[in-house]
Each structure stands twice: as C-alpha cells, then as structure tokens.
C-alpha cells in the first residue's frame, strides 16, 4: 500500500482564495483524521470521520473550514476564504478502527501559504 | 485547551547518551499514550505506545514511562544515535473515542 496520500504537497495562495486540500487514507482503514501544524499550538486535531461520516468537527476554528469524506477513499478540506493565519502544515491520517489504542498512519501532509 | 504539554520545545544530547523527553497531560481520562517521531517533511510515524494500565512498555531502544498521579509520561532513548533527531509528539487518547489529543512536540538533536 503507497500509504496516506496527500495532495497538494504544496499551495501558495493569495489571502481570500478558495483552497482545497486532498487525502487518499488507506484501503481498508474506517477512521480519517485532519490535523494541523504549526509551530505554536503543534498537531491539532481538525475533524475526523468513521466510516465516511464526520463524528467530531469541534476541533475546526472557524466556518471557513470544511470538510467532506464523500467515500472511503477520499476526503477534502477546503478553507474559504483564505487567511495568512491558516498558514501551516494541514496532516491526513487514517486509521483502521479508530479507537483511541488505533496507530494512525499520517500522510506527507500539504504546506499551505497564504499570502 | 492544551490538554497534552510538552514544555520542552528542543533537547540536544550527545550520540551515545540517553535523551528523555517529557509530556504532561490535563485530562485523568485518558488512558492510551503513544509517542510520534516526524522528519522534516514528513508525516508523523508511530513509534511505541503505552496503556494506563501499565507504567512501563519497552521497545529496543526505546523506553515510555507513565506516571499516573502525576499525569506525566517519559520517553527515554538510549542510547541516542544521530538518526533519531528528529521532532517527538506525545499524544493521549481514549480507548472509545478516536479524539487524540497531541502536544507540540519536542526537536531532538542527536550530536555526533
């Protein structure tokens, strides 16, 4: 298996743009996870998912955010519009069951830019 | 709401030594406890775990302890090998619920 895949690797935008952000979890695994990074707060938990639907969005920081897990094999989330403070490292994750003793296998993540 | 703190944003210790990395936690709920390891420009991997119900789970080189009354937990490396510099996340989960909460991780610096 290629592991979580993650698109894009990179995204420079300019503040007010619409950005998307793509995950393939792996085949066979119920839980996806979106995290982010950044240098103050480290890995935060965003939104996750079982079985394609969405169990707890607390963790998103504004209705700017959203995200989809349309099926199993993909997930987006999507930030419009855009802000310099959503500058970060945006992480996928999945995991086979998702209990909390589950490891999660984390995808390469998105380095998102917002000018 | 940090619930997961590690308060110590970058160790460096010398190759061969032990490297200890602390975490400390908020919530007494918690009861699964795994240590993450990320390389520049890439994802978090997992790297060892423990249970609430143990305080001591070994894995090579690599050893976690959990202090339940003082909600803190440890990781200990040794002996350190330039390879594991690298940025250590401690994250706390419950059995029942995917949530898991993460700090924000420690650089470890392993110097030849």
């Known amino acids: 298996d290629a592991g979580v895949i993650q698109s894009p690797r990179h995204e420079v935008t300019e503040m007010g743009q619409e950005v998307t952000l793509r995950c393939k979890p792996i085949s066979g695994h119920n839980s996806l996870f979106w995290y982010r990074q950044t240098m103050m707060r480290g890995l935060e938990l965003l939104i996750y998912?079982?079985?394609?639907?969405?169990?707890?969005d607390s963790g998103m920081p504004e209705d700017r955010f959203s995200a989809k897990m349309p099926n199993a094999s993909f997930s987006t989330l999507k930030i419009q519009p855009s802000e310099p403070r959503d500058s970060a490292v945006y992480f996928c994750a999945s995991s086979l069951s998702g209990t909390g003793d589950d490891e999660q296998f984390f995808g390469p993540g998105t380095r998102l830019t917002v000018l | 709401d940090q619930q997961v703190k590690q308060n110590s944003p970058s160790l460096s210790v010398q190759e061969g030594r032990i490297s200890i990395l602390n975490c400390d936690y908020t919530?007494?709920?918690?009861?699964?406890f795994l240590w993450y390891k990320k390389y520049p420009a890439e994802g978090p991997t997992f790297l060892i775990s423990?249970?609430?119900?143990?305080d001591k789970n070994e894995d090579g080189r690599f050893t976690v302890f959990l202090n339940k009354s003082a909600k803190h937990l440890s990781l200990h490396i040794v002996p350190s090998q330039p390879g594991d510099s690298a940025v250590y996340f401690c994250a706390a989960a419950l059995y029942n619920n995917n949530d898991m909460r993460f700090g924000a991780g420690t650089r470890l610096t392993v110097k030849p």
């Open positions: 423990i249970s609430s119900i143990k």
């Open positions: 998912f079982n079985n394609n639907v969405p169990i707890d």
């Open positions: 919530n007494s709920m918690f009861d699964y």
